[in-house]
T-cell receptor, first 112, second 117 residues
C-alpha cells in the first residue's frame, strides 16, 4: 500500500541554521511528490513538487528538495531558516485517481 | 492563480443540526474536488473525491449519508455534515484540481473549523 513516512514529529532549529526535513515514501510506480506547508488554522500551501527530470527541485521561500529513488526519499531542505518558517510541513505522494497520500507532518520550531 | 476559497472559515453549531461548507475554485475550472478532514495534531485524511456532475467517491470508513457532497459546477463543491455531533468537530479542508493540471496537483482551500456543541 502507498504510504509516506515523516520520521520527525518535531524539529527545532535556530534561526539562520540549515534545515532538513525527512520524507520516505512507498509507492510501486514512479512517484509524484509534493511538500506542503501549513500554518496554524490555515490550509496547505504548496512549496514544491517533483514529477520527473532533475531530481533536485527548487520551490518557494528558498526551499528545495531532492528525490532519491534508491532511498525512496524526498527530503526538504533550506540553507538558512527564518522565524517565519515555523509551521507544519507535510510530504505527500500522488497516487491513482489524482489522490494524495500525506505523511503525518513535521512541526518546525525556530528559536531565536 | 489557482485560488481555492472555503466558506465559512469557522462554524459553531448545535448537536443534531446540519452544516454546509462551500469550496470554490476562483480562477480555474475544477474537474475534481477533494474533501479532507484533519484532526488536531494529525495529518489530512481524505474523505471523498468528487467529480463535477457525478456522485462523490467516498473513502473507506466515511459515511456518505452523514457527509453529503455535491459538485454541481466546475467551480463549486459543497460538503454538508448532517445531524452533526460533537465527534464531527474537526478542521475540514477542500482541494481542487483540473484536468489541465493533472499529475495529482491539488490546490487547497484555507479550511473550515467546525465545532459541534
Amino acid at each position: 500500500a502507498q504510504s509516506v513516512t515523516q520520521p520527525d514529529i518535531h524539529i527545532t532549529v535556530s534561526e539562520g541554521a540549515s534545515l532538513e526535513l525527512r520524507c520516505n515514501y512507498s509507492y510501486g510506480a514512479t512517484p509524484y511528490l509534493f511538500w506542503y506547508v501549513q500554518s496554524p488554522g490555515q490550509g496547505l500551501q504548496l512549496l514544491l513538487k517533483y514529477f520527473s527530470g532533475d531530481t533536485l527541485v527548487q520551490g518557494i521561500k528558498g526551499f528545495e528538495a531532492e528525490f532519491k529513488r534508491s532511498q525512496s526519499s524526498f527530503n526538504l531542505r533550506k540553507p538558512s531558516v527564518h522565524w517565519s518558517d515555523a509551521a507544519e510541513y507535510f510530504c505527500a505522494v500522488g497516487i491513482y485517481g489524482n489522490k494524495l497520500v500525506f505523511g503525518a507532518g513535521t512541526i518546525l520550531r525556530v528559536k531565536s | 492563480g489557482a485560488v481555492v476559497s472555503q466558506h465559512p472559515s469557522r462554524v459553531i453549531c448545535k448537536s443534531g443540526t446540519s452544516v454546509k461548507i462551500e469550496c470554490r475554485s476562483l480562477d480555474f475550472q475544477a474537474t475534481t474536488m477533494f474533501w479532507y478532514r484533519q484532526f488536531p495534531k494529525k495529518s489530512l485524511m481524505l474523505m471523498a473525491t468528487s467529480n463535477e456532475g457525478s456522485k462523490a467517491t467516498y473513502e473507506q470508513g466515511v459515511e456518505k449519508d452523514k457527509f453529503l457532497i455535491n459538485h454541481a459546477s466546475l467551480t463549486l463543491s459543497t460538503l454538508t455534515v448532517t445531524s452533526a455531533h460533537p465527534e464531527d468537530s474537526s478542521f475540514y479542508i477542500c482541494s481542487a484540481s483540473s484536468s489541465a493540471s493533472g499529475r495529482n496537483e491539488q490546490f487547497f482551500g484555507p479550511g473550515t473549523r467546525l465545532t459541534v456543541l
